[in-house]
């Protein structure tokens, strides 16, 4: 990649549907590879994209995941049409989770979710507005 | 340890990736749950688990693991076999449980990952 090229992924995801969820990530990862991008690296955008999808798809009306990758960094934009998170501080907890039972039964919902995506990202950020959505923004550095 | 040995030491029946047993893992991790696979998990790692759906292989797929065996007799359904031998990774059940199937691959010198000081 020279130093003016950016591949930009774009994927939407859709609420409830599990048999999807996934997708988007493993594309993303594929490509990264591809792309020549290091293999931690190229894990730990895995990881963020893969727990935005399941968060996206276990609680939100659907939403999309953006993929930006340059010489320097992949930035990682999902974005849902709401409901939003009344308590954002709460969602960041280890192990607070409002999922049901049958997302548990899945294997997810263990509230580790936000938490491990901020530990993978080396800047992350995250608005909710009540009614209208969250954005998660994660920015992960290419190390040479 | 290579994952023929896994396999004869678990009893197991390998189900996918047969072609790819050569291949070597350091560390094991036990869980049916995957935001805890998610969290823990680093390469050369083999996963126990006694979840069967396609969730498990591409929570796999994210983190890069090689291999993956389901305890006390459990198979994965059919979506997850397509999907495991997409991602070439390697699939086996035994007919041991979660707990069983740690102690015989924890005796036979396969560590925990808590020992990469992890797990906090």
């Known amino acids: ?144 | 340890m290579y994952l023929y040995e896994i396999r004869d030491i678990l009893d197991a029946e390998v189900i996918a990736g047969m072609s790819r047993m050569d291949r070597e893992v350091d560390f094991a991790f036990g869980a049916d749950l995957m935001s805890d696979v998610l969290a823990f998990v680093n390469e050369r790692t083999v996963l126990l688990t006694g979840l069967t759906n396609p969730q498990v292989i591409r929570t796999a797929e994210m983190m890069d693991i090689a291999a993956i065996i389901y305890v006390r007799g459990k198979r994965p359904d059919t979506a997850s076999l397509e999907l495991a031998e997409e991602n070439g990774m390697t699939i086996m059940c035994t007919p041991y449980t979660l707990y069983t199937t740690s102690g015989i691959l924890y005796n036979a010198g396969l560590k925990g990952i808590d020992e990469l000081g992890v797990v906090t």
């Open chain 1, 1 to 144: 990649m020279s130093s003016r090229d950016m591949v930009i992924l774009s994927y939407r995801v859709n609420p409830e549907d599990f048999a999807k969820a996934g997708d988007a990530s493993s594309n993303t990862k594929k490509v990264l590879k591809k792309l020549g991008i290091p293999s931690d690296i190229t894990r730990r955008v895995a990881i963020v994209t893969y727990e935005a999808e399941i968060n996206i798809t276990i609680h939100s009306n659907g939403g999309e995941i953006i993929v930006s990758i340059d010489k320097a960094k992949i930035e990682i934009i999902a974005r849902d049409y709401g409901p939003g998170i009344p308590d954002i501080d709460r969602a960041m907890e280890k192990g607070y989770s409002t999922a049901s039972d049958h997302v548990r039964e899945m294997g997810f919902g263990a509230g580790m979710g936000l938490p491990n995506m901020k530990r993978c990202s080396d800047e992350f950020q995250i608005e909710s507005q009540k009614g209208k959505g969250t954005t998660v923004t994660s920015t992960i550095y290419i190390h040479d």
